[in-house]
């Protein structure tokens, strides 16, 4: 009876099981550095609401922004957020939005606040402004 050496039985199917598990991983390396380079792109936002203060009040030159930024399948999920943004300099102040429906954006002395019809509030006092201002 012939005996057939160990390594020879699988000399075959390895390189294309080698090839196969390469591509995959190489597949998911590459879905995760596409998710990474496009979690933080601004590219095909959407702004859904937008509200500037009053000229003459305190917090003057600040704008209030929702936007939304849609989603890729398996690349990036869609993200809203809500931006604060200075007349007088580049810097903003961007949170997630927590909002599901479009909420009232009120203006006053001290700040600004954006209040939705269940009663929810999100709230940017003036010297959170200002320092983003600054």
Known sequence: MHKVPLGAQYSEAMPRFLMAVTAVVAAVAAIGTARLVLANTVWGDRTVQRSCAPEASPVSGFCAERHVYPGIPLLRDERRT???????SPRIYSVADPFWDVPTITWREDGVSLVSASGYALTFDARLLHSIGA
């Not at 809500?82 to 007088?88: F, L, M, Q, T």
């Open 82 to 88: 809500v931006e604060i943004r200075p007349d007088k």
